[in-house]
């Protein structure tokens, strides 16, 4: 099975731009989850989307976004980027994201802003 | 909300020592504690998990523990091979809303010298 394809794999941006970033997860899969990794803050929970649905949010201003299609692709977009956007942004997929799930992390969008 | 903290946050150790990374956790509702490698340049992929119903797991050089009174658990690497350098993480698994979001520690990096 295939595992959680993430594009791009790097991107370069200047402040004030928006950005989208896409994740693709394991067949079958239907919750993905979105994180922040950062060296001074670590593993930071973005959201959750599970049937084209956002179930959970994290701590994030409302300039992160996200959204989830049908055939459970999920796009995450941050508009009017900062400096501090500078990150590793990762996607992990479950199953339904239910208790006990395992999550599987894709390889990482690395997003530098200048 | 939970609160996971990670110790120690860097390990250096000899190739063929043991390594000990412990975690502990604040939400007595959490029930699961998977741990995930992360090495450079990837993301993190899953090595062992554990459920409260089980206090010891071990799967070849690593085994999990887990202390549901004291709310700690902890990953024990036998045998270190210089392979095993990387960043590791912990997390506990409790429920927010419909589904059970992981909070991660901060993560150990994890240095075995030749």
């Not at chain 1, 179930?55 to 994030?60: E, I, P, S, V």
């Not at chain 2, 990374?21 to 959490?30: F, L, P, R």
Request: proline share 5%; with cysteine.
């Amino acid at each position: 099975k295939a595992g959680v394809t993430q594009t791009p794999r790097y991107l370069i941006k200047t402040r004030g731009q928006q950005v989208t970033l896409s994740c693709s997860p394991i067949s079958g899969h239907r919750s993905v989850s979105w994180y922040q990794q950062t060296p001074g803050q670590g593993l930071q929970f973005l959201f959750e989307y599970f049937s084209e649905t956002q179930r959970n949010k994290g701590n994030f201003p409302g300039r992160f976004s996200g959204r989830q299609f049908s055939n459970s692709r999920s796009e995450m977009n941050v508009s009017t980027l900062e400096l501090g956007d500078s990150a590793l942004y990762l996607c992990a997929s479950s199953l339904d994201g239910g208790r006990g799930e395992t999550q599987y992390f894709g390889p990482g969008t690395r997003l530098l802003v200048l | 909300g939970e609160n996971v903290e990670q110790h120690p946050s860097t390990l250096s150790v000899q190739e063929g020592d043991s390594a000990v990374i412990k975690c502990t956790y604040s939400d007595s509702a959490s029930n699961y504690f998977p741990w995930y490698k992360q090495e450079l340049g990837k993301g993190p992929q899953l090595i062992i998990d554990i459920r409260s119903n089980v206090g010891e797991k071990k799967d070849q050089r690593i085994a999990v523990t887990l202390n549901k009174t004291a709310k700690h658990f902890s990953l024990h690497i036998t045998e270190t091979q210089p392979e095993d350098s990387a960043v590791y993480f912990c997390a506990a698994s409790g429920s927010s809303g419909g589904s059970y979001i992981p909070t991660f520690g901060r993560g150990t990096s994890l240095i075995v010298h030749p």
